[in-house]
């Protein structure tokens, strides 16, 4: 399918692996020109080289904390403006309920909620003013059915889950197209890192947590950042148009629910 995003834009934060990089490699095959973000400047440059090279279109690399003011002011410096913007950033960490202080809080709404907010703020409006956008926000599936140790992403999202609700519907009628995407467990660094917390937990081998994990999903497998990337170019193509203000969970049937 031609997703007719060819010569468009695009910003893709925290890119240089796991669902960040799979989201830019489907926009470049689409022929969208990106500029991408992740802190680890030897990582978010080989990651740059690497798509343009495959796909033959611009990908500027930057080496930023986008969860940051100044980071996110370097990041919109070499995107000017945008016709896509892809938001993402690390995950806070694991814990207990009862071990969170009040700067955890922040950390992870600033990181999960206020970075996203903040680079809508920043680059919705022009989308606006030329009445084409696509904005897809990476939160998580723990806003649909919460998981315990990660309150803080659970909270976190869930407050930019809110506003998205709320704003996309703001924006739909200016052409601007904005949509939250809900990984499952994907096959990420992220994904074996939580696998190695719950190996060391149970007493168990990293092979064998993931084993378990997998049989707890019906499609039998983690996903892929590929899957991923594939779902975040449609809903950033033309076909997508009306598509306003959704989750789209990637869960390959792990959440047992109807709708
Ligand atoms: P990952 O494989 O660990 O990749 C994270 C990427 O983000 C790396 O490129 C990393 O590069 C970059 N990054 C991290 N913090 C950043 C920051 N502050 N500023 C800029 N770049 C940053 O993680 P992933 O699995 O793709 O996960 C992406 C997001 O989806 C996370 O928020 C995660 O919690 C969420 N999620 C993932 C899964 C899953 O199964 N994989 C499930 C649910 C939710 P640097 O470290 O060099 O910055």
């Not at 976190?156 to 939250?180: D, I």
Request: aromatic share 4%; hydrophobic share 45%.
């Amino acid at each position: 399918m031609d997703l007719g995003i060819k010569g468009k834009r695009g910003l893709v934060c925290a890119a240089s692996k796991g669902l960040g990089r799979g989201c830019a490699e489907a926009l470049a095959e689409a022929g969208v020109d990106l500029v991408i973000n992740s802190r680890t400047e030897a990582d978010i440059t080989r990651t740059a080289g690497e798509i343009a090279e495959k796909y033959g279109v611009s990908v500027t690399p930057v080496a930023a904390d986008i969860t940051t003011d100044e980071g996110r002011a370097k990041v919109l410096e070499a995107v000017g403006q945008a016709d896509i913007l892809v938001n993402n950033a690390g995950g806070p960490p694991p814990g207990n309920w009862t071990d969170w202080n009040r700067d955890d809080f922040i950390k992870a709404i600033d990181g999960n909620m206020l970075s996203a907010i903040a680079l809508m703020q920043a680059l919705v409006p022009g989308m606006m003013d030329r009445g084409w956008g696509r904005v897809v926000n990476i939160t998580s599936q723990s806003v649909r059915s919460p998981i315990a140790v990660l309150g803080l992403s659970n909270t976190a999202r869930a407050g930019l889950t809110g506003f998205v609700a709320g704003m996309s519907r703001q924006v739909a009628g200016s052409g601007v197209v904005v949509n939250n995407l809900l990984p499952g467990i994907h096959a990420t660094d992220r994904a074996t890192g939580l696998d190695g917390g719950a190996a060391k937990a149970a007493g168990i081998s990293v092979e064998e947590a993931r084993k378990r994990r997998e049989a707890s999903i019906p499609a039998g497998t983690y996903g892929t950042a590929e899957d991923f990337g594939a779902t975040c170019a449609f809903l950033c193509s033309q076909q997508a148009r009306f598509i306003i203000g959704q989750n789209i969970l990637l869960d390959g049937g792990a959440l047992n629910v109807t709708i």
